[in-house]
């Protein structure tokens, strides 16, 4: 049995995604479906909480306004600063928003599943079936949001 991780995750889809949804309100809108533990990496995940925050305050969402709730949060230059603001900004939009979307939450999908198999090996040594059963009953119904 192999022991190598696979880890689940796009970069460019993650960077796509978040320059689409600072260029349009309607893909702005269908991505709010996801949680920030969705995505990745996590300079990605900190500037898709500005741009929640942001949405939620009914505040406008471009990549100027998101780097400015970034500086003020003091996370600027944790998500590489200006630099990478100007990365996500050249990675252009895609009118394929959803297929982002489906993208990320099957590669977050197959991280919590990943995560819960490990989990499962672990306490098959130390609990008894009828708790493991409950813990992944409950853990699959999580995943499957």
């Known amino acids: 049995?192999?022991?190598?991780?696979?880890?689940?995750?796009?970069?460019?889809?993650?960077?796509?995604?978040?320059?689409?949804?600072?260029?349009?309100k309607s893909a702005l809108n269908?991505?709010?479906?996801?949680?920030?533990s969705d995505l990745y990496f996590e300079q990605n995940r900190i500037?898709?909480?500005?741009?929640?925050?942001?949405?939620?305050a009914g505040a406008p969402v471009d990549m100027v306004a998101v780097r400015n709730k970034l500086a003020e949060k003091n996370v600027l230059e944790k998500v590489g600063g200006n630099r990478t603001i100007s990365e996500i900004m050249?990675?252009?939009?895609?009118?394929y928003v959803e297929s982002c979307i489906d993208r990320i939450l099957e590669n977050s999908k197959k991280r919590r599943l990943d995560s819960l198999a490990a989990d499962v090996r672990d306490k098959v040594q130390l609990s008894p079936a009828s708790e493991i059963s409950e813990y992944v009953e409950h853990s699959l119904r999580e995943i499957n949001r």
């Open 30 to 36: 269908k991505a709010m479906v996801l949680e920030s």
């Open 47 to 56: 500037i898709f909480q500005a741009v929640q925050e942001l949405y939620k």
């Open 90 to 95: 050249r990675t252009g939009a895609t009118i």
């Open 1 to 24: 049995m192999s022991t190598t991780m696979k880890i689940y995750a796009d970069d460019a889809t993650e960077k796509c995604l978040l320059a689409t949804i600072t260029q349009s």
